[in-house]
């Protein structure tokens, strides 16, 4: 049984609320993704996700959260909110789904830049719920063996799996600069804001140009499995 919130009534609540107290929160960002995919790239991907996984495990769906944290995308397209801005929103969601019976929250996040507010929610509301209340934040990369990449071949498969339509592949392009620095180094200026572009050189970090909706099919199985797998072993805690 999966319950998207936006389509039942408050009667339908109060009867699936007796078969499943969990609800997954999909949180995205709205951010440029090169030239070739759509601003909603995070935002869609979790979202789907979310919508897949709760067919496999009875959950309630929430909208998507497509404002996220995108700062390091200056001056490109991105809608952002400070930390501070979307945590006070995740937290005031927690709190209102925890008093209609919620009792698992899991926060699905789909993008890199919102990890440093998901990661300190559980103790955000430490006092503020019950303690048998359980909220964890899990990041959908960490559910595929593929790297991470952004705008690049994985991305761009997982779009061209869910939204075909969406994506322009004819513009697709690699990073225009050379990714050679460490890791260590790319990850304490990633974040920063406007850092993105002087990384990329064009707000592309992988290559596109050989993404397919059957790579992204393959990716999708592969995180709704992992992800399914992980509520599952979270509920025995």
């Not at 919508?51 to 397209?77: C, D, N, T």
Request: charged share 20%; hydrophobic share 35%; aromatic share 8%.
């Amino acid at each position: 049984m999966s319950a998207a919130i936006y389509k039942i009534s408050d009667l339908d609540f109060r009867h699936c609320i007796t078969k499943t107290s969990r609800a997954i929160i999909p949180i995205g960002s709205l951010e440029q993704h090169g030239a070739h995919l759509p601003v909603s790239t995070d935002s869609l991907i979790t979202e789907y996700i979310a919508k897949v996984v709760a067919q496999k495990i009875p959950s309630f769906i929430l909208p998507v959260i497509s404002y996220g944290v995108s700062y390091e995308h200056k001056p490109r397209f991105n809608l952002s909110l400070r930390n501070c801005t979307l945590s006070n929103m995740i937290n005031d969601v927690c709190i209102s789904l925890v008093e209609n019976g919620v009792k698992e929250i899991i926060l699905l996040n789909g993008h890199h830049g919102n990890m440093g507010v998901l990661q300190y929610i559980g103790q955000n509301l430490y006092e503020k719920v019950p303690s048998d209340i359980k909220i964890y934040t899990i990041n959908y990369w960490h559910l595929m063996q593929s790297e991470f990449d952004h705008a690049g071949n994985v991305e761009t498969s997982l779009v061209l799996a869910i939204a075909p339509d969406l994506v322009k592949m004819e513009r697709a392009k690699p990073n225009s600069k050379k990714l050679s620095k460490s890791k260590v180094t790319y990850s304490s200026i990633t974040n920063n804001p406007g850092y993105f572009l002087k990384i990329t050189g064009n707000g592309v970090w992988g290559d596109p140009r050989n993404a397919t909706s059957q790579k992204g099919r393959k990716l999708l199985d592969e995180i709704v499995k992992n992800l399914s797998k992980a509520i599952l072993e979270l509920e025995k805690y």
